[in-house]
């Protein structure tokens, strides 16, 4: 499963009502938002750059690479997960509308990703995780930063 396995511990967030979750292996911090310089031309899921003590990292949107609604001006409380990729060291910063709570994984709960799914969802899942009031989407990081970082600019 891409540095998930049965025994993970998963770091859960909210993008636009939806839970997701996270190997916390894949991830080095969650931090408020950050000054963001524009990146001009670049994929419409680029936010731009921040740089954060030192680091310049892409700052990337959850919402626009899975072509949900943007956030509104009054939703500036959103999360950035800083995420280290695996080949290369390099940090992407993740914006997600929330962050919830560390939980152990269940391989009892665990699911293939349904086909009921858009394909965006699909693209970016691993799969899905069952829980007493909510379902959670298992992200493959890799796939989202493949997916955020294609995109042809728009604007």
Same mark, same amino acid.
């Given at each position: 499963m891409n540095r998930v396995s049965k025994q993970s511990r998963l770091l859960t967030f909210c993008v636009d009502q939806q839970w997701l979750c996270l190997s916390v292996d894949q991830l080095s911090e969650v931090v408020t938002p950050q000054r963001r310089t524009p990146m001009p031309l670049?994929?419409?899921?680029?936010n731009g750059l921040i740089n954060l003590?030192?680091?310049i990292l892409t700052e990337l949107?959850?919402?626009t690479t899975l072509?949900? $609604?943007p956030r509104g001006p009054e939703d500036q409380n959103f999360r950035t997960i800083i995420l280290e990729t695996e080949e290369e060291g390099d940090y992407y910063g993740l914006t997600v509308d929330s962050v919830g709570e560390v939980i152990n994984m269940d391989p009892e709960a665990f699911e293939k990703t349904p086909d009921s799914?858009?394909?965006h969802w699909r693209c970016i899942s691993h799969?899905?995780?069952k829980?007493? $009031?909510?379902?959670l989407v298992l992200v493959d990081v890799e796939k989202v930063l493949t997916l955020s970082l294609s995109e042809v600019a728009t604007a």
């Open positions: 670049a994929p419409v899921s680029v003590r030192g680091k949107d959850m919402r072509s949900l $609604k799914l858009s394909e799969g899905v995780l829980q007493d $009031k909510r379902i």
